[in-house]
Each structure stands twice: as C-alpha cells, then as structure tokens.
Nanobody, 117 residues
Framework: QVQLVESGGGLVQAGGSLRLSCATS????????MGWYRQYPWHQHEAVAY???????HYADSVKGRFTISRDNAKNTVYLQMNSLKPEDTAVYYC???????????WGQGTQVTVSS
C-alpha cells in the first residue's frame, strides 16, 4: 500500500522560502514520476511540478523560476524548494503521481503553506 506523508509547511512572509518534503512508502520514487499539487479552498488539486524517473522536471508557469522539485532516492523522498513565496502560493500542498503517469495514489494529509503579505 502506497503512503505519502507531506511535511515542511508553515507561515512565512512574502519573499521567504520553505522546503516541503514528501516521505513515501510502498513505491520507489526513482522509478515513478512524482509531482506536487496544491489545493485552494473549494478548488481541485492544481499541479505545481513533477519529476520523472530520468530527473526531467516540469513546472506550472505560476511557479517557474521560484520552485524546484527534487528527490532523494536513498530516502525515497520528494522535495519542493519554494523561494520568493507570494501570498497567492497560500494553499495546502500535496505530493502524488501525475495522472498522465497513472492513477493517483491515495492522497496524504497535505501540508499547509501560508504566505503573509
């Protein structure tokens, strides 16, 4: 059974940085495409970034140049480094497999990111 546990969120001022972690079990992150999503209240999950087994990365236009997705194969963990944060980045962040690579795994609890202006 796949388990995804997100952490690292918090309250930060605009322009600040956070690093999110997604600890996984039941999968080998180096063998699958993994991504980060965010969810605003009353909205569906919005794709933020993903990383393929070959290490190819892709970002939503809204975060390009500010966010960096990476993974640690030894720890089976995926990260999202978020710099130059903006109030509009405020959301709950989740990791999961992008639908283009297969069905979503069960969603974790997410981690809240709040950016104050």
């Amino acid at each position: 059974q796949v388990q995804l546990v997100e952490s690292g969120g918090g309250l930060v001022q605009a322009g600040g940085s956070l690093r999110l972690s997604c600890a996984t079990s039941g999968i080998i992150v180096s063998n699958v495409t993994m991504g980060w999503y965010r969810q605003y209240p009353w909205h569906q999950h919005e794709a933020v970034a993903y990383i393929t087994p070959r290490g190819i990365t892709h970002y939503a236009d809204s975060v390009k140049g500010r966010f960096t997705i990476s993974r640690d194969n030894a720890k089976n963990t995926v990260y999202l480094q978020m710099n130059s944060l903006k109030p509009e980045d405020t959301a709950v962040y989740y990791c999961n497999r992008p639908l283009g690579s297969g069905p979503h795994y069960g969603w974790g609890q997410g981690t809240q990111v709040t950016v104050s202006s």
